[in-house]
T-cell receptor
Framework: GQQLNQSPQSMFIQEGEDVSMNCTSSSIFNTWLWYKQDPGEGPVLLIALYKAGELTSNGRLTAQFGITRKDSFLNISASIPSDVGIYFCAGLEEYNNNDMRFGAGTRLTVKP | DSGVTQTPKHLITATGQRVTLRCSPRSGDLSVYWYQQSLDQGLQFLIQYYNGEERAKGNILERFSAQQFPDLHSELNLSSLELGDSALYFC?????????????FGPGTRLTVL
């Protein structure tokens, strides 16, 4: 099925730097989710967004549901080594909400 | 710990064989989802069950089938296995399986087909 467009594919940053990643779709979504996956583990839900324009924080993580309903952003502030992992966006289309669409993931590496 | 359990954690088998992956959802969750994650494909939705009945179908091959039992645990059956079926298979669960429902993922089963 059609996947979401997630960028960047990978990021290499220094500890303490801020990180930003995003997901876009050609269709309108009514739910956006952000997951983190550690090696050998299943994705863990970080933030869920259900309304256009919604801005939600979870500790150093902040995510926004784009006003156009076709995109979402995840920001990580003051990164630390344990932020390393793959971050996935996921969403439900407004007119086809039978299955969750996933982005290809952003692989984050944090150098101490 | 998401509360979703999957067994086995690892599975190694040969081409042409059949395997069964098992998933127990979080307590109280009625809906179960199956996903395949391979290196070059990312997460692909396979199928969803809600309270024992199939609710949605994604990119699931005809060689694959699933079911959800009365106790709400689910099994994913993979038959006539091919090398390309090697992947991580994740199960997720949610309370109702509706549009605004959040899915919680299990730790996955790593399948290797030799």
């Amino acid at each position: 099925g059609q996947q979401l467009n997630q960028s960047p594919q990978s990021m290499f940053i220094q500890e303490g730097e801020d990180v930003s990643m995003n997901c876009t779709s050609s269709s309108i979504f009514n739910t956006w989710l952000w997951y983190k996956q550690d090696p050998g583990e299943g994705p863990v839900l970080l933030i869920a967004l259900y309304k256009a324009g919604e801005l939600t924080s979870n500790g150093r993580l902040t995510a926004q549901f784009g006003i156009t309903r076709k995109d979402s952003f995840l920001n990580i502030s003051a990164s630390i080594p344990s932020d390393v992992g793959i971050y996935f966006c996921a969403g439900l289309e407004e007119y086809n909400n039978n299955d969750m669409r996933f982005g290809a993931g952003t692989r984050l590496t944090v150098k101490p | 710990d998401s509360g979703v359990t999957q067994t086995p954690k690892h599975l190694i088998t040969a081409t042409g064989q059949r395997v069964t992956l098992r998933c127990s959802p979080r307590s109280g969750d009625l809906s179960v989802y199956w996903y395949q994650q391979s290196l070059d494909q990312g997460l692909q939705f396979l199928i969803q069950y809600y309270n024992g009945e199939e609710r949605a179908k994604g990119n699931i091959l005809e060689r694959f089938s699933a079911q959800q039992f009365p106790d709400l645990h689910s099994e994913l059956n993979l038959s006539s296995l091919e090398l390309g079926d090697s992947a991580l298979y994740f199960c997720a669960s949610s309370v109702k399986g509706g549009t605004a429902d959040t899915q919680y993922f299990g730790p996955g089963t790593r399948l290797t087909v030799l």
